[in-house]
């Protein structure tokens, strides 16, 4: 681990996932400093406010000091120069996960020569979780709480209108 490495996780987390975390937990070895940024997901419909989403993400990275939690709204390029990240963190579930995270690496290298994207995949038993099939099954009445963590469950819960 590099202490002075600054890495930036960028995503919606709506909600944070037990991949997520474990991407976090992965980035956190790696680098001095881990700076999850929460999107505010204006060009997303998101079942979770942004403060809602930063709340569940600080809660659930609450075990690394290393990792803070922030929002951030337009660019992504300019919140990473901004932090003076050297890094950043993409996490990759499948194959199809590979092309648009490539080709979003692509473009991030022309806007950000001077930072790397890492990519990091989680544990096999959370390579199939994604925030939208959590969403998708917990509206539905299905089972969730195998996917996310305790409180993001009770969160999700209350937010669907059923008991935790």
Same mark, same amino acid.
């Given at each position: 681990?590099?202490?002075?490495?600054? &890495?930036?996780?960028? $995503?919606?987390?709506?909600?944070?996932?037990?991949?997520?975390?474990?991407?976090?937990?992965?980035? !956190?070895?790696?680098?001095?400093?881990?700076?999850?940024?929460?999107?505010?997901?204006?060009?997303?419909?998101?079942?979770?406010?942004?403060?809602?989403?930063?709340?569940?993400?600080?809660?659930?990275? &609450?075990?690394?000091?290393?990792?803070?939690?922030?929002?951030?709204?337009?660019?992504?390029?300019?919140?990473?120069? !901004?932090?003076?990240?050297? !890094?950043?963190?993409?996490?990759?579930? &499948?194959?199809?996960?590979?092309?648009?995270?490539?080709?979003?690496?692509?473009?991030?290298?022309?806007?950000?020569?001077?930072?790397?994207?890492?990519?990091?995949?989680?544990?096999?038993?959370?390579?199939?979780?994604?925030?939208?099939?959590?969403?998708?099954? &917990?509206?539905?009445?299905?089972?969730?709480?195998?996917?996310?963590?305790?409180?993001?469950?009770?969160?999700?819960?209350?937010?669907? $209108?059923?008991? !935790?």
């Amino acid at each position: 681990m590099s202490q002075d490495l600054i &890495a930036v996780y960028p $995503g919606t987390f709506d909600p944070i996932t037990l991949g997520h975390e474990d991407v976090v937990r992965r980035a !956190a070895q790696l680098f001095g400093k881990v700076i999850v940024a929460v999107a505010a997901g204006h060009h997303k419909k998101t079942l979770f406010t942004l403060e809602e989403r930063i709340a569940m993400v600080r809660e659930s990275c &609450a075990n690394y000091p290393q990792v803070e939690v922030e929002s951030f709204d337009g660019l992504l390029a300019h919140f990473v120069l !901004a932090r003076g990240a050297k !890094a950043m963190v993409r996490g990759l579930r &499948a194959v199809t996960d590979f092309d648009y995270e490539f080709q979003l690496a692509g473009m991030n290298r022309t806007l950000m020569p001077e930072v790397e994207t890492v990519f990091l995949t989680p544990s096999d038993r959370y390579q199939f979780i994604s925030s939208t099939f959590v969403r998708e099954i &917990a509206t539905l009445n299905g089972d969730v709480d195998k996917f996310v963590s305790k409180g993001v469950h009770e969160r999700l819960m209350l937010k669907v $209108g059923r008991k !935790a």
